[in-house]
């Protein structure tokens, strides 16, 4: 057996690993990579295998680091049915369809605008391509074990990242043997707003494990809390200023709102106008309406006041193009959620171009911020940055939710690590950035006494029988 990293190896994004047995050969992920100038001609050169060779493709999760070059996989020629849980299949389309949109406009924008000395972008999927792919994914059920191929068997577990995210359980039949490989795809933190808690698995023979925050500590619920309700007080009802939330549409966005529910059914915060400027957002959220069983029970009364408008706030989804703009004629009193999360595209950048430069705004981070992105910069305390072709002066104080992550940190990480009776014969961190991905492996090795290896961008490690 062997299987090839060729993406989240040393970086966070761009998860994707092709398996070779001796009798087929599977991808599990086939994500963008994203942040960074070098993404584009990552995502241009990805996919250097045979795409028809192809037998079947598993995916995690619905975010683009997972699953956002699956059109162009197909485009390519890859014929292989696609499985994930009922969710993420119900979100692919929506997820990849906001991708394709996004991807076709620039490109057109780039043709009518030709820069000397760069070339014009080139899109790496259309609408039709998405369309394509779809005809080939079929959504399952958590914990039904299901055959891909004669020699495989499959199990999705709940990995309680974001709706639908599973941890991969894959036993394959070599020879007289069998081996079970587990690939964790993103681990949730415990006690999210919304999500059901990771599963423990028990035993595999390789595991593949994210290690995203696998150096660090998140606060804890209550300290988050605090932390929000802090930064409303202090920009809305101190300042009279907006706060500005750059938010994943999936996944972020539905757990912030959780949270302002629950502080506003506890009187913590008041006089509360929320405005989610995303229509990606709205479809996600719809989806998860629909899939309560990937959700937390305790979540219920939430999940029942969203579906019928009875919040203890004013929330209002804009969709139109001039129903976005209009937000940016609102001076104070607003908490304005909008995509992208990392800053680097959608109509985050208007808001921040209306609001970044004003002392008396606040800009909320609410998730990880990869390198090379425009929210990491302005993370790090860059003074000015760059919007639409001019400097706009960062003024507005800048806060970070880092209890609010969706990726489990290291002590959650170890903590599902233990529930193994014991060590794999082979663990490989990825899904982390460099300096990051060492240091957990370096945290397994001293606490657990594993084997761990960190493989590196392209490489093909061979598993020993």
Not at 366 to 395: C, H, M, N, W, Y
Request: proline share 5%; with cysteine.
């Amino acid at each position: 057996m062997k299987i090839s990293f060729l993406g989240a190896a040393r970086e966070v994004t761009g998860s994707c690993y092709v398996v070779e047995t001796d009798g087929c050969r599977f991808l599990v992920d086939c994500g963008l990579f994203q942040g960074g100038r070098d993404a584009p001609r990552k995502n241009l050169g990805a996919l250097a295998f045979d795409p028809a060779s192809i037998d079947f493709v598993l995916v995690t999760h619905s975010h683009l680091d997972h699953c956002g070059l699956l059109p162009r996989l197909v485009a390519k020629g890859c014929r292989a049915p696609v499985y994930a849980t009922k969710a993420t299949a119900d979100l692919m389309p929506v997820m990849l369809m906001d991708s394709a949109h996004i991807q076709e406009k620039e490109a057109a924008w780039s043709a009518r605008h030709p820069q000397r000395g760069r070339p014009a972008f080139e899109a790496l999927y259309g609408v039709a391509d998405v369309e394509d792919l779809m005809r080939q994914v079929s959504g399952l059920p958590f914990d039904i074990e299901f055959s891909p191929h004669p020699d495989v068997h499959v199990r999705f577990r709940h990995a309680g990242h974001i709706l639908g995210a599973a941890i991969i359980e894959v036993r394959v039949g070599e020879g007289r043997g069998e081996r079970k490989l587990v690939f964790s795809g993103d681990l949730g933190q415990p006690m999210r707003p919304l999500m059901r808690e990771a599963e423990v698995i028990e035993s595999a023979d390789v595991l593949l494990v994210e290690s995203t925050y696998g150096n660090r500590l998140h606060k804890d619920a209550d300290a988050t809390a605090e932390e929000l309700v802090a930064a409303i007080d202090e920009t809305l009802h101190r300042k009279h200023g907006n706060l500005i939330v750059p938010a994943f549409a999936l996944g972020r966005t539905q757990d912030l709102l959780a949270m302002l529910y629950d502080l506003a059914k506890a009187r913590r915060v008041g006089d509360l106008h929320v405005f989610v400027d995303s229509p990606l957002a709205k479809a996600a959220t719809d989806v998860t309406l629909a899939h309560v069983e990937s959700l937390d029970p305790r979540t219920r009364p939430f999940i029942e006041a969203m579906r019928h408008r009875k919040l203890p706030f004013s929330l209002h989804f804009t969709e139109s193009v001039e129903d976005s703009m209009a937000i940016n004629m609102i001076r104070s009193g607003a908490i304005i959620i909008a995509a992208s999360g990392m800053c680097d595209a959608g109509r985050i950048k208007h808001h921040l171009k209306y609001n970044l430069g004003r002392a008396e705004c606040g800009i909320l981070f609410t998730g990880f911020q990869a390198a090379g992105t425009l929210g990491r910069r302005i993370v790090d305390g860059a003074r000015s940055v760059t919007l639409f072709g001019e400097p706009v002066p960062v003024k507005a104080r800048v806060y970070t939710l880092g209890g609010l992550s969706a990726h489990a940190d290291q002590a959650a990480l170890l903590g599902w690590l233990r529930g193994f009776r014991k060590a794999p014969s082979r663990t490989f961190v990825v899904h982390g950035e460099e300096s990051t991905a060492l240091a957990f492996s370096a945290a397994i090795t001293e606490q657990l006494g594993w084997n761990v290896t960190v493989p590196g961008p392209g490489e093909t490690i061979a598993i020993a029988g």
